[in-house]
C-alpha cells in the first residue's frame, strides 16, 4: 500500500525535471554537460522504475496509462529538441518532426479512448522505439561531453536515421488498431 501513488510521482518527476535537463544542457561547459547527462539518466531510469513498481504492486491507474506515456514524449522529445539545438546537421529538423508528429497521434489516440472508456497498451515495438531513443540520446550526450566533434559525423546520422525508422515503424501498430477497429 506504501507504494501506491510511487509510480505516477515518478511519472510526473520526468515532466519536472525535463525543463532542468534542458536548462543545464544550454550551458554547454563540461560541468553542465556532465549534469545534464546524469539528470537525464536519472530521468530514463525512472521511466523503467516506475513501470515495474506499478506492475509488481498492481498500481495501474487511469491517471498512470496517461502520465507515464506523456512523460516518455516529453522527455525524449526535449533530447531530440537539445541535440537539434547542438547538432542541426545530425539531428534534422524534419526527424523532430516525425518523432513529435508520431508522438502526438498516439497520445491524441490514447486520449480518444481513455475517454470512451477503452485501453490502448503500448506495443512492444512502441516500448523498444522508446528505449532506443533514450539510448541514442545518452550515446549522443556521452559523446557530447566527451568527443562532440565525432557527432558530426555520418556514423550518428545513420543512428538518427535509424532511430526515425524505428519511430515511423512503430506507429504502423496504432494505425492497423485504428482500422481493426474502426467502429471506435
Same mark, same amino acid.
Given at each position: 500500500?506504501?507504494?501506491?501513488?510511487?509510480?505516477?510521482?515518478?511519472?510526473?518527476?520526468?515532466?519536472? *525535471?525535463?525543463? !532542468?535537463?534542458?536548462?543545464? +544542457? =544550454?550551458?554547454?561547459?563540461?560541468?553542465?554537460? $556532465?549534469?545534464?547527462?546524469?539528470? #537525464?539518466?536519472?530521468?530514463?531510469?525512472?521511466?523503467?522504475?516506475?513501470?515495474?513498481?506499478?506492475?509488481?504492486?498492481?498500481?495501474?491507474?487511469?491517471?498512470?496509462?496517461?502520465?507515464?506515456?506523456?512523460?516518455?514524449? *516529453?522527455?525524449? !522529445?526535449?533530447?531530440?529538441? +537539445? =541535440?537539434?539545438?547542438?547538432?542541426?546537421?545530425? $539531428?534534422?529538423?524534419?526527424?523532430? #518532426?516525425?518523432?513529435?508528429?508520431r508522438d502526438l497521434f498516439v497520445m491524441i489516440l490514447r486520449n480518444y479512448l481513455i475517454n470512451n472508456r477503452k485501453t490502448l497498451e503500448t506495443s512492444f515495438i512502441a516500448k523498444i522505439k522508446t528505449l532506443l531513443q533514450i539510448i541514442v540520446i545518452h550515446i549522443f550526450l556521452l559523446f557530447h561531453i566527451l568527443y562532440p566533434a565525432l557527432i558530426e559525423t555520418t556514423y550518428f546520422y545513420f543512428l538518427m536515421l535509424f532511430t526515425v525508422a524505428i519511430t515511423i515503424v512503430s506507429s504502423f501498430t496504432y494505425l492497423r488498431f485504428i482500422r481493426i477497429n474502426e467502429n471506435y
Open positions: 500500500m506504501q507504494f501506491k501513488y510511487l509510480p505516477n510521482i515518478l511519472s510526473f518527476s520526468r515532466i519536472v *525535471i525535463t525543463p !532542468f535537463f534542458i536548462i543545464i +544542457m =544550454l550551458k554547454n561547459t563540461f560541468y553542465y554537460k $556532465v549534469c545534464s547527462f546524469f539528470i #537525464f539518466s536519472i530521468a530514463s531510469l525512472s521511466d523503467f522504475l516506475d513501470g515495474y513498481l506499478a506492475r509488481k504492486y498492481n498500481n495501474i491507474s487511469k491517471i498512470g496509462k496517461y502520465i507515464d506515456p506523456l512523460a516518455d514524449k *516529453i522527455l525524449t !522529445f526535449s533530447g531530440f529538441c +537539445m =541535440l537539434h539545438s547542438f547538432y542541426p546537421e545530425v $539531428v534534422k529538423l524534419w526527424m523532430l #518532426f516525425i518523432i513529435f508528429s
